[in-house]
């Protein structure tokens, strides 16, 4: 049972229980059957209770096997599902006491499946769970007459309705109760960066209207890519996880106005990882995480961390990058004055194709509606 604690994924705890149940189920009815023959209080034979013992004994070798092979090397529960249709079916087999009805475990089977939140999984086991128990119908079937093989049909598909049903009322609910939890997370985050923003602002002598300023500046400049989809929380989290990861570097690098060493700028490259240390591997946040880890990519392969090139940065890195080099040269620093936005704009015009994307250059020219350089070919004039 120390697995089913310690894991929180939903599905092993499911996997887990099954196996774990029906060998308390085998074992406990094999106990109750040796006090009964022992009392003399049933008719059934010794060699009936060792059946059953068998039965409990390979029911936990089951269990054990599963636990530990099974569990812990693959994420997909179709082993799982599986081993517990073998199980089953080695079961309603072997049969020791003869129960006239032990097939029907494969009618309950679905309705356990569909537990899983898995299309596939259980239309894949619950399928031949509802063959199984059809073959066991046809195979009985000069014991039965044509309404009760009706009725067992009738069983089977009542079954699998009811899986169905259960598996799109668990989709539903599970989908508002996720989305409902990612969306109190992601205000608990924001407030917690929120927090951080006054020990910034004290720390690295900047305004936090970079926040806003920087959000509203990638919102627009991804307008005008249309199939790239991001959403605006995305946008507010990763303005607002940027500004926040300066929190990493000393103090002493924001007024240093020389040359970086080789130290100080590894330690300048570290609040790139800010997103993973905070959200590790939650994908709800990969676009942000992967946004700020690779915004100082340059599009000649020669950024930082991972020397990216071209298209293998990723667009909203890409608007991080130029948007963040646009209001650091025209925000006042310690060690300068502010550049203008025609001055600023034109250094970022000579580094397209060198730091960014000549059409990340173009847009981000209709974004700010600056005068374009002839630098950077095709440019419109000003929009507006």
């Not at 946004?291 to 991080?320: F, N, S, V, W």
Request: overall charge negative; charged content about 20%.
């Amino acid at each position: 049972m120390e697995l089913r604690k310690r894991k929180g994924n939903h599905t092993e705890v499911l996997a887990d229980s099954m196996f774990y149940w029906l060998s308390v189920l085998v074992t406990a009815g094999a106990a109750m059957a040796v006090f009964l023959v022992s009392a003399g209080l049933v008719s059934s034979t010794w060699s009936n209770v060792i059946g059953l013992t068998i039965c409990g004994a390979v029911s936990w070798t089951v269990y054990f096997l599963h636990q530990r092979y099974v569990l812990p090397d693959t994420d997909s529960r179709h082993p799982s599902a599986f081993l517990g249709i073998a199980l089953l079916l080695f079961l309603c087999l072997y049969n020791p006491l003869e129960f006239t009805g032990i097939w029907n475990v494969f009618l309950i089977y679905p309705l356990y499946l569909s537990f899983f939140h898995e299309k596939w999984l259980l239309f894949t086991w619950g399928t031949i769970s509802g063959l199984v128990y059809l073959l066991s119908v046809v195979a009985g079937m000069e014991q039965h007459a044509l309404m009760d093989v009706f009725a067992h049909v009738t069983l089977a598909m009542g079954s699998v309705i009811c899986a169905w049903l259960g598996f799109f009322s668990l989709s539903k609910w599970v989908g508002g109760a996720k989305r409902e939890a990612d969306i109190k997370k992601r205000e608990y985050v924001m407030s917690l960066l929120n927090e951080l923003v006054p020990v910034v602002e004290r720390k690295t002598h900047t305004s936090s209207r970079e926040i806003e300023q920087m959000g509203r500046l990638i919102k627009r400049l991804l307008q005008e890519f249309p199939e790239e989809t991001v959403s605006d929380w995305e946008i507010n989290l990763l303005s607002l996880l940027h500004y926040v990861s300066r929190i990493k570097w000393p103090d002493y690098l924001f007024e240093k106005e020389g040359k970086l060493t080789t130290y100080e700028y590894q330690l300048i490259q570290e609040h790139c990882y800010m997103g993973t240390e905070l959200f590790k591997d939650d994908p709800s946040y990969q676009r942000v995480i992967t946004a700020l880890r690779h915004h100082h990519e340059r599009y000649d392969g020669t950024g930082y961390p991972a020397q990216l090139k071209e298209k293998e940065i990723p667009l909203l890195a890409q608007a991080l990058g130029i948007v963040e080099c646009f209001i650091a040269m025209t925000a006042v620093r310690a060690y300068r004055g502010p550049f203008t936005v025609e001055e600023a704009y034109e250094q970022i015009c000579l580094m397209a194709g060198t730091a960014y994307d000549e059409q990340i250059v173009q847009a981000f020219t209709r974004t700010v509606q600056i005068q374009a350089s002839k630098r950077v070919p095709d440019v419109p004039p000003m929009v507006g």
